[in-house]
């Protein structure tokens, strides 16, 4: 299922890429940067499974976890 998914925003990022690239021929490098930096990002995002992702709470538990025997009685 996550394959599917994967191959599908990958599919949908290039065509985006493709139709807005002619376009952006005219344009100054900076726009074509941050064109090519937006949609990787949105790329990567959507690869991320944000709702199940822990947030600072878990990782802040984890990372302090080992301290635990020096700061309680």
Same mark, same amino acid.
């Given at each position: 299922? #996550?394959?599917? +998914? +994967? =191959?599908?925003? *990958?599919?949908?990022?290039?065509?985006? $890429?493709?139709?807005? =690239?002619?376009?952006?021929?005219?344009?100054?490098? #900076?726009?074509?940067?941050?064109?090519?930096?937006?949609?990787?990002?949105? =790329?990567?995002?959507?690869? %991320?499974?944000?709702?199940? *992702?822990?947030?600072? *709470? *878990? $990782?802040?538990? $984890?990372? +302090?976890?080992? +301290?635990?025997? %020096? %700061?309680?009685?």
């Amino acid at each position: 299922m #996550r394959a599917y +998914f +994967f =191959w599908g925003v *990958t599919i949908a990022v290039l065509l985006i $890429f493709r139709m807005e =690239w002619s376009k952006l021929k005219v344009m100054p490098v #900076r726009d074509k940067v941050v064109f090519i930096s937006i949609l990787l990002a949105a =790329w990567i995002l959507s690869m %991320l499974d944000l709702p199940h *992702t822990p947030g600072l *709470t *878990t $990782f802040l538990q $984890f990372a +302090f976890k080992p +301290f635990r025997g %020096l %700061l309680e009685p």
